[in-house]
């Protein structure tokens, strides 16, 4: 089975929702700051509820936040790219 | 080093000075003079009920020390909110723990069954309890660091 990968647009998002800071989204989230940036920098897959919340606050659906991407994926990516 | 992280790093510390201190007062106290003592069953039985309340109450009274300290020097509250990530990385280092203390417990019954003094194994006991216990801790550091 491969490793899933899940990215996000959190940091975008944000820049473009009034330039709106890790700390606000923790709280409209109902999570802590240092949650927020694990999930921006890939470092914890936030579970469904939370995922639905972000997405939420952001109005946007939620394959627009986040996005699927399995390591064979990316590795015939990393192959077109060479 | 966030806030979390500190909160973890006073834990082990806490933990390794309670444990040492309780152990140099004890060896002090009953063993130093008196080495028949250490297989004496009511002598290790009474060291364990001690040692549990007062690690919790060392461990509360040297976290609430932490957190006025905390307060002075950064203006900032103590988190105590507790999130799924939080809940998540808990579970996964007392998995850990939970192991080694498992691990421990054979040893010490494995001591038993290969004929070594009772000593021995109540020595494992406390050893793997703490172990597991450090363990824990550091694992709760790793994940927070590298990521779940």
């Not at chain 2, 307060?71 to 723990?97: Q, Y």
């Amino acid at each position: 089975m491969s490793k899933c990968l899940i990215s996000n647009n959190i940091r975008k998002l944000r820049f473009n929702h009034d330039e709106m800071t890790q700390q606000q989204l923790a709280e409209k989230t109902g999570v802590t700051r240092q949650t927020i940036m694990a999930i921006e920098n890939g470092k914890y897959s936030p579970s469904l509820e939370l995922a639905f919340r972000i997405a939420r606050v952001f109005h946007a659906p939620l394959e627009e936040v986040f996005a699927y991407v399995s390591e064979e994926d990316s590795k015939q990516t990393d192959n077109k790219t060479l | 080093m966030e806030q979390k992280e500190k909160q973890i790093l006073v834990s082990i510390i806490s933990s390794i000075v309670i444990l040492a201190s309780y152990s140099l007062y004890v060896y002090h106290k009953f063993m130093a003079g008196n080495p028949g003592i250490i297989n004496d069953f009511r002598f290790w039985g009474r060291a364990f009920l001690i040692l549990i309340p007062v690690a919790i109450m060392a461990q509360i009274i040297i976290h609430i020390i932490f957190a006025i300290i905390h307060k002075i020097v950064t203006d900032e509250d103590l988190s105590t909110k507790n999130d799924e990530r939080d809940k998540l990385i808990e579970l996964k280092s007392i998995r850990i723990s939970h192991w080694l203390f498992t691990l421990g417990f054979f040893l010490s019954m494995g001591s038993q069954a290969f004929g070594k003094p009772p000593w021995v194994m109540f020595i494992t006991l406390i050893c793997s309890g703490f172990i597991a216990s450090i363990a824990s801790e550091g694992a709760k550091i790793f994940f927070y660091r590298k990521g779940l």
